[in-house]
């Protein structure tokens, strides 16, 4: 019988198996699953590893989405045609939904609905009941991310607990809950920016447009690009130009930044991440920089 020469495999390899191995071992524990699915770029690797993990049978899982409802139009398309390519069952709920029901009640008419998707995905998480939801994050995009586990326990109110996670000696994970409470299992944490570009180029995989180099007007606020967009209006004294940019990160609209590019095709992004000394979150998250602890607050209250 043949045998795998390890010392054969690249790094992309090792990072691939090791993803694999987390996504059966979700499936194998947890009754329920879900995989998030956004239709950016980490999710799109998070899906074809999926499909290596699992093919030539149907996904284990169904695709869930919270929307906020102000998402980019590229990114929605793109994710909806290619859950249909897969024959995969996508399940959207919205932030809209969530403010109709009276759950979520914004403070003033112009905020970002982006840290509400929490009350969303709980809402999700009680109404089909899933026991463990499956998503993209990476511990190199933000410093509360690289805190926390590979399978990430949350109690029976959505909450994590910093203090109160579970030990992965030796790539042993424990996926097992209480009725009520929830596992968020992240198969990529272990991978950098430039990991996820490298893998999307060596599988062919298709993006949004917006992830590559395009011209969009733009102002500058806060040390970053703001997009001018109908839901972010430039403001009286505010320059609009035209500018050549990219999305590294896509999200909601008005909290999602872009970055001065040239970097069209895939081999000039890779060199351009190679390049970068700023993690994505911190170049083009608008919502990050309300303060230190931002993403932590909100991977507390629920957050993916």
């Known amino acids: 019988m043949s045998t795998l020469d390890t010392r054969t495999l690249s790094h992309l390899d090792w990072l691939e198996a090791d993803a694999i191995h987390i996504l059966r ?64 069952r996508l399940i959207v709920r919205s ?73 992965e000696l030796w790539s042993l994970y424990n996926a097992r809950v209480h009725p009520g409470e929830n596992i968020r299992a992240f198969p990529i944490s272990d991978w950098t920016e430039l990991d996820v570009w490298h893998y999307i180029q060596r599988e062919g995989l298709e993006l949004p447009s917006i992830y590559f180099a395009h011209r969009r007007p733009v102002v500058h606020a806060n040390g970053l690009l703001r997009p001018v967009t109908p839901l972010t209006p430039a403001q009286p004294g505010e320059t609009v130009e035209e500018l050549r940019v990219r999305f590294r990160t896509v999200g909601d609209i008005t909290c999602t930044a872009p970055v001065a590019s040239e970097a069209d095709t895939l081999d000039a992004i890779l060199a351009e991440t190679a390049l970068t000394t700023l993690s994505e979150r911190g170049a083009t998250r608008l919502d990050d920089h309300a303060s230190e602890s931002s993403m932590e607050d909100r991977k507390k209250a629920g957050y993916f």
């Open 95 to 167: 932030v809209e939904d969530s403010m109709a029901r009276g759950s979520v009640v914004l403070r003033h008419p112009n905020e970002s609905r982006n840290r509400h998707q929490s009350v969303t995905l709980l809402e999700a998480i009680a109404e089909f009941g899933f026991d463990a939801c499956i998503g993209g994050a990476r511990r190199d995009e933000e410093k509360a991310r690289a805190k926390e586990r590979i399978m990430s326990f949350r109690d029976a109110f959505g909450q994590w607990d910093p203090k109160n996670q579970r030990p």
């Open 25 to 88: 071992e979700v499936v194998g524990q947890c009754a329920n699953p879900a995989l998030l699915f956004s239709g950016g770029k980490d999710s799109v690797c998070l899906l074809r590893l999926a499909e290596k993990a699992f093919r030539p049978g149907a996904l284990p899982c169904p695709l869930l989405h919270i929307d906020t409802g102000h998402n980019y139009p590229e990114v929605i398309a793109f994710r909806d045609r290619r859950a249909a390519e897969l024959d995969a």
